[in-house]
């Protein structure tokens, strides 16, 4: 399940992936990340507070998203990532790229 | 304790069965709770790979079903899918991990960075994944 939460101002859009994003979901959270850009939300959080696990599929969702954001002249960052999530990012190298923040806060303030 | 219990499974090659996969897989750790924490999830990184990489090779005009058993050995921990799709071209070797903005591509690198063993073949009628990950020493 996907949450879209547009709470924390005009222009951000905090995403919250509940439980597995893997293959099952990871076609939903690209549409929710572009339903966000579409909709003028270009600063775009992915709370993973409440992903317990994720596939390279929806590492793939990530990196998309990654990218509508930044093509749309905005960002995209990560959040709150939990040991699995943490692990995958770090065996595909990417936590270089997608620079795990603590909180949603913290990557909205660019911390 | 039985060390060498198998847990089996055969479920439609469709994204909705990674669910079940997670769901032996559960059913593993309470059935063997010795198997220590990373083990186990590196293990079902894996295995969820390459359940993910048969459901999305499976596309075809008719249905078809995986099977997926899993063993735990005092010594390692054991996966072996089989499924009657078609042979696929696997090439460990160009398995590396892609472009960091790809968006796609990084399934089989992960597999390999998790496991001790990953073999495939086609026997003329299923194919075969065997995933292996040796346990840590307790």
């Given at each position: 399940m996907i949450e879209l939460d547009t709470e924390h101002g005009p222009d951000v859009a905090v995403v919250r992936p509940r439980g597995r994003l893997t293959m099952v979901h990871a076609a939903d959270l690209r549409a929710v990340v572009a339903e966000a850009l579409a909709d003028g939300r270009t600063r775009v959080v992915i709370d993973l507070a409440h992903c317990e696990f994720m596939d390279s599929s929806g590492l793939g969702a990530i990196i998309g998203g990654l990218k509508a954001a930044r093509q749309a002249g905005g960002d995209l960052r990560i959040a709150a990532l939990q040991p699995q999530v943490m692990t995958v990012l770090q065996l595909t190298n990417l936590d270089r790229v997608l620079r795990p923040h603590g909180s949603v806060a913290e990557a909205l303030r660019g911390d | 304790?039985?060390?060498?219990?198998?847990?089996?499974?055969?479920?439609?090659?469709?994204?909705?069965?990674?669910?079940?996969?997670?769901?032996?897989?559960?059913?593993?750790?309470?059935?063997?709770?010795?198997?220590?924490?990373?083990?186990?999830?590196?293990?079902?990184?894996?295995?969820?790979?390459?359940?993910?990489?048969?459901?999305?090779?499976?596309?075809?005009?008719?249905?078809?079903?995986?099977?997926?058993?899993?063993?735990?050995?005092?010594?390692?921990?054991?996966?072996?899918?089989?499924?009657?799709?078609?042979?696929?071209?696997?090439?460990?070797?160009?398995?590396?991990?892609?472009?960091?903005?790809?968006?796609?591509?990084?399934?089989?690198?992960?597999?390999?960075?998790?496991?001790?063993?990953?073999?495939?073949?086609?026997?003329?009628v299923e194919n075969h994944w065997l995933v292996v990950r040796r346990r840590a020493a307790v």
């Open positions: - | 304790m039985a060390t060498d219990a198998r847990h089996a499974t055969t479920v439609p090659a469709v994204p909705a069965s990674l669910d079940r996969v997670h769901a032996l897989l559960e059913e593993v750790w309470s059935a063997h709770e010795d198997v220590p924490a990373d083990d186990r999830m590196r293990f079902e990184i894996g295995v969820v790979e390459i359940a993910g990489n048969i459901v999305e090779h499976a596309a075809g005009p008719a249905p078809l079903d995986f099977h997926l058993a899993v063993e735990v050995h005092p010594d390692r921990l054991e996966a072996r899918f089989r499924d009657p799709g078609r042979r696929l071209e696997v090439d460990f070797d160009e398995a590396a991990m892609p472009d960091s903005m790809a968006e796609s591509g990084r399934g089989l690198a992960m597999v390999l960075a998790v496991v001790d063993e990953l073999t495939y073949r086609h026997d003329g």
